[in-house]
């Protein structure tokens, strides 16, 4: 059988000849090859089977170019995750989305909620060798909360009326009111004072260093001995970052030993793999929606949008485009979230072509209308999830028409200026409940649904202000229930992550946020 | 000149049986199509070549013997109006260029040179991300693409035909620039500007398939060729014949118009 499809894939490549010799063969970027093998040449014995290597180079692939070093500055969930490796916060998120303490040592709240202490761990350096003391912590809130007079560059420490440093070690934050979101916010990276080069050679505090970005080629990290938590200190010595666009050059770069590790790997890439590599699945707490805007018409029509909620069949969506992988949702949550998770929703709208027939009618779109669907080009399931809705949309008479746009576009024209009519997109898993659905606060800057309903805006302010946690959890699930009602968007699914690998790469941790922790892994003798 | 003659030309048999096989083919596709092209069907994915769907199916369910035939409509649509385009304006610019020559000529070359060091299907790249992607800028950005062969062809064609005495036989009738270009000159510049359309189809029709395959052509889920084959490619281990008949089809295509290009042209030659 090997024979087999090696020639069958010979043949096809032939085929695809005509194509690639004009010089359009796709973005399949190739790797450029670099001095540093993973070090599984160089070891000695080869007697225990499961031994932890020290050291050695990791090279994985990403889909997307990073939007900005800095981390203040960037919002894409990709550069994020890999970013995470050079910057830590008071917090580190941990594997079941707790809290783990990384930079504080420990941390009080007083009884009112306004008032949080955190006491800063000794001997925290930098990447530039300064130490790390609560005067770099104050730079960097002050940053984000706006305190400098500045624009705030994040909504999550809006709520931060002052911060104090009473000694070296010592930050204490005083909020305007409570916020029982505000904790969870504190896994912002902590940056050093009054450096202005994050965008160009970033300087955190995490267990690796940054070490060079080549635009479209690749983004390296490398080991920080100097790193605080020495129970936490890599075993690797080097993580490369291999700019892929293409899904499926990624797999057969790893067939080919160029990569080690491919972090978003679909079905049938995993089936093209096949044995003789670690495949590890799970939900990934993402929330994969059709968002409408809810300002265009007819979209502005709450029968509208609930009659496309009624046409399309995520059942069918997730078996054609996601093999079965993957979680039907009804509102904006994803089930991986337990506590926050409001049941039952997923079955409001059971597909049902008449009654949306009937909906379209009531509206006066009794002949339907069309509806043009704009995609990030270089998401292949999103794309192939909107053919499916289109065909879906089809039987009740809306005409719908895909867009692919580029991803640096849909971040400026629909996620920035809300400039679109309907849109396919992954909202990727957040800690806080609040960072979830307050994404649809009618204050919310991204809100690209546009959505805005005060009975919703009331929910989400009610809970941020909660502290006792079964009613807050209670809030977030009554403002499921209505996002449901309101049909803000099509909530399709969670789609399940599945993460490849060598065999020999292992300690890798699923987390219900995008989070590749490097620290963690390492190479075994094999 | 008698048909046998034409027959002994192998690449004029062989290419043109092609295209009218092809041609037979996205005709059929007008009027019937085994199944609807973007139906979907759940239950049959990535099925195998067999009795209810000749050539299998693709990861949606849908029926690539049918989106095939739809795609054959989509090539041939943009193969005949981009040539269109650029025929047209390559001609006229030819024309121009190659009959009145002087300072015209070369202000209009230098233009034509400077379009011509972009590689071609950059500028169709460019042209489309300009525009917005779907299938009318894609016919416009390959039509363009395509103006500078065609006028160049046409210039040396003028550049030959106006120094012969038949030429200026009608100059000394006094006849005007435009006659003499339409009438006397044109008429012996068909089988050339055959060759160049012929080989300027087959161009596009490929450079169609890679734009799509790009994502910036004809957009999902209609069916063009180089949309399907990007689409098969994660498909090519575990379902190899979506991609295999796709580019078989597209080579077909593009081998066809080649040959009967070459086939047109040694006839040209041979009897010139």
């Known amino acids: 059988m090997k024979w087999n499809k090696k020639w069958v894939a010979g043949l096809s490549t032939v085929t695809l000849l005509a194509i690639i010799i004009t010089g359009c063969g796709g973005n399949a970027t190739q790797p450029a090859p670099t001095g540093n093998?993973?070090?599984?040449?160089?070891?000695?014995?080869?007697?225990?089977?499961?031994?932890i290597k020290e050291g050695g180079t990791v090279r994985v692939s990403i889909a997307t170019e990073p939007d900005n070093l800095d981390p203040y500055l960037s919002a894409a969930t990709d550069t994020n995750s890999m970013m995470d490796n050079v910057f830590d916060g008071l917090f580190e998120a941990g594997e079941n989305g707790e809290l783990v303490p990384a930079i504080t040592e420990s941390y009080e709240v007083s009884e009112d909620g306004l008032t949080y202490t955190f006491k800063l761990k000794q001997g925290v350096v930098f990447h530039d060798g300064s130490a790390l003391t609560s005067e770099d912590v104050y730079y960097s809130y002050a940053k984000l909360a706006g305190?400098?007079?500045?624009?705030?560059l994040s909504s999550k420490f809006?709520?931060?009326?002052?911060?104090?440093?009473?000694?070296?070690?010592?930050?204490?934050?005083?909020?305007?009111?409570?916020?029982?979101?505000?904790?969870?916010?504190?896994?912002?990276?902590?940056?050093?004072?009054?450096?202005?080069?994050?965008?160009?050679?970033?300087?955190?505090?995490?267990?690796?260093?940054?070490?060079?970005?080549q635009p479209g080629q690749q983004l390296v990290l490398e080991k920080n001995a100097d790193f605080y938590d020495k129970e936490r200190m890599p075993k690797l010595d080097r993580v490369e970052f291999k700019i892929m666009p293409d899904a499926n050059s990624s797999v057969l770069a790893l067939q080919a030993g160029d990569i080690d590790m491919v972090p978003g790997v679909s079905a049938q890439g995993a089936l093209q793999l096949g044995e003789g590599y670690t495949i590890v699945s799970g939900p990934q707490n993402m929330v994969q929606l059709m968002a409408l805007n809810n300002s265009v018409k007819p979209l502005d029509d709450v029968k509208v949008r609930q009659a496309i909620n009624l046409a399309v069949d995520k059942d069918v969506i997730i078996q054609t485009v996601s093999d079965g992988n993957g979680t039907p949702l009804g509102s904006n949550m994803s089930p991986a979230m337990k506590m926050y998770y409001q049941e039952g929703l997923e079955n409001r709208y059971a597909p049902n072509v008449e009654q949306a027939k009937?909906?379209?009618?009531?509206?006066?779109?009794?002949?339907?209308?069309?509806?043009?669907?704009?995609?990030?080009?270089?998401y292949q399931f999103h794309v192939d999830t909107a053919q499916v809705i289109s065909e879906q949309l089809k039987q009740v008479g809306i005409r719908a028409t895909l867009k692919q746009i580029e991803w640096s576009s849909w971040l400026e024209d629909v996620y920035n200026n809300a400039k679109y009519e309907a849109t396919i997109i992954g909202l990727t898993g957040k800690l806080d409940p609040h960072e979830v659905l307050g994404r649809y606060e009618s204050s919310y800057a991204k809100n690209f649904y546009k959505f805005s309903n005060s009975e919703f805006d009331g929910l989400i302010e009610k809970a941020r202000t909660e502290l006792d946690e079964t009613a807050r959890a209670d809030l977030y699930k009554q403002a499921q229930e209505l996002l449901t009602e309101q049909a803000v968007a099509v909530f399709i699914m969670d789609p399940s992550r599945n993460v490849a690998m060598k065999q020999n790469l292992q300690g890798f941790k699923m987390y219900p946020v995008q989070k590749y922790d490097f620290a963690a892994m390492y190479f075994t003798e094999e | 000149m008698n048909v046998n003659y034409w027959l002994r030309s192998k690449p004029l048999v062989i290419g043109g049986l092609l295209v009218i096989l092809l041609l037979l083919f996205m005709l059929t596709g007008l009027f019937y199509t085994p199944y609807e092209p973007n139906e979907m069907n759940t239950a049959m994915r990535l099925a195998p070549p067999q009795a209810s769907h000749l050539w299998g199916t693709d990861n949606f369910g849908r029926d690539i013997f049918s989106r095939i035939m739809e795609g054959?409509?989509?090539?041939?649509?943009?193969?005949?109006?981009?040539?269109?385009?650029?025929?047209?304006?390559?001609?006229?610019?030819?024309?121009?260029?190659?009959?009145?020559?002087?300072?015209?000529?070369?202000?209009?070359?230098?233009?034509?040179?400077?379009?011509?060091?972009?590689?071609?299907?950059?500028?169709?790249?460019?042209?489309?991300?300009?525009?917005?992607?779907?299938?009318?800028?894609?016919?416009?950005?390959?039509?363009?693409?395509?103006?500078?062969?065609?006028?160049?062809i046409a210039r040396?064609?003028?550049?030959?035909?106006?120094?012969?005495?038949?030429?200026?036989?009608?100059?000394?009738?006094?006849?005007?620039?435009?006659?003499?270009?339409?009438?006397h000159i044109l008429p012996n510049m068909v089988s050339p500007l055959i060759v160049a359309a012929s080989l300027g189809f087959s161009g596009s029709v490929l450079a169609e398939a890679g734009l799509s395959y790009l994502g910036l052509g004809v957009q999902p889920p209609d069916p063009s060729w180089g949309r399907m084959l990007s689409e098969a490619q994660p498909f090519i281990i575990n379902a190899p014949w979506y991609v295999i008949l796709t580019g078989v089809v597209l080579t077909a295509m593009v081998l066809g118009f080649n040959l009967l290009g070459d086939g047109i042209r040694d006839i040209y030659n041979k009897k010139g």
């Open chain 1, 147 to 152: 305190l400098d007079g500045q624009e705030p």
């Open chain 2, 72 to 152: 054959a409509q989509t090539a041939f649509l943009i193969g005949v109006s981009s040539v269109s385009i650029g025929l047209t304006c390559g001609l006229v610019i030819g024309a121009v260029a190659g009959y009145f020559g002087g300072w015209l000529d070369e202000v209009i070359m230098r233009f034509i040179d400077a379009m011509q060091a972009f590689p071609g299907i950059l500028l169709a790249i460019m042209l489309v991300s300009v525009f917005g992607p779907g299938l009318n800028n894609t016919i416009l950005a390959l039509g363009l693409m395509s103006i500078p062969s065609f006028s160049r």
């Open chain 1, 358 to 378: 009937a909906l379209l009618k009531e509206a006066g779109y009794e002949d339907g209308f069309d509806l043009t669907i704009t995609v990030p080009s270089n």
């Open chain 1, 37 to 51: 093998q993973p070090a599984n040449t160089g070891a000695a014995t080869e007697t225990e089977q499961t031994k």
């Open chain 1, 158 to 213: 809006s709520g931060v009326d002052s911060v104090e440093t009473p000694d070296e070690h010592t930050v204490i934050i005083k909020l305007k009111g409570q916020d029982a979101a505000f904790l969870a916010a504190n896994i912002a990276a902590i940056v050093p004072k009054d450096y202005d080069k994050q965008s160009e050679q970033p300087i955190g505090a995490g267990p690796f260093k940054f070490v060079e970005y």
């Open chain 2, 156 to 183: 040396s064609g003028f550049i030959q035909y106006k120094e012969f005495d038949f030429v200026k036989a009608s100059i000394a009738k006094g006849a005007g620039a435009w006659r003499i270009i339409i009438r």
